[in-house]
């Protein structure tokens, strides 16, 4: 059983930062063994990739909206996955979703790769 949970998310100006965390307990499984993703929906929107970090965090990958702007990270010792979102645009507007991915892989963009799910986080950026 693996449970994640989001937070940090809230209402900023453009231009602003947020910076997200995921908690993340899991039972019978290694953190630090897996994959890590953040993907985000807006309303009337697919879900889609935001940023990814391989298992042991060497490797990360972004998606181009968000390249030069977002960070993400891992502390193995805490079980905590984190997206630094530097630059805010109204267009980051959505609800963002820590996700659990792959043993022993880098990052991947495709949801499908991704087991287990957050709640999601609300990021809401004003003009």
């Known amino acids: 059983q693996v449970q994640l949970v989001e937070s940090g998310g809230g209402l900023v100006q453009a231009g602003g930062s947020l910076r997200l965390s995921c908690a993340c307990a899991?039972?019978?499984?290694?953190?630090?063994?897996?994959?890590m993703g953040w993907f985000r929906q807006a309303p009337g929107k697919e879900r889609e990739f935001v940023a990814g970090?391989?298992?042991?965090?060497?490797?990360?990958d972004y998606a181009d909206s968000v390249k030069g702007r977002f960070t993400i990270s891992r502390d193995n010792a805490k079980n905590t996955v984190s997206l630094q979102m530097n630059s805010l645009k109204p267009e980051d507007t959505a609800v963002y979703y820590c996700?659990?991915?792959?043993?022993?892989?880098?990052?991947?963009?495709?949801?499908?790769?991704?087991?287990?799910w957050g709640q999601g986080t609300q990021v809401t950026v004003s003009s």
């Open positions: 996700a659990w991915g792959q043993r022993w892989r880098g990052p991947d963009p495709d949801p499908a790769k991704y087991a287990y």
């Open positions: 970090i391989a298992y042991y965090g060497g490797s990360t």
């Open positions: 899991a039972s019978g499984r290694t953190f630090d063994y897996y994959a």
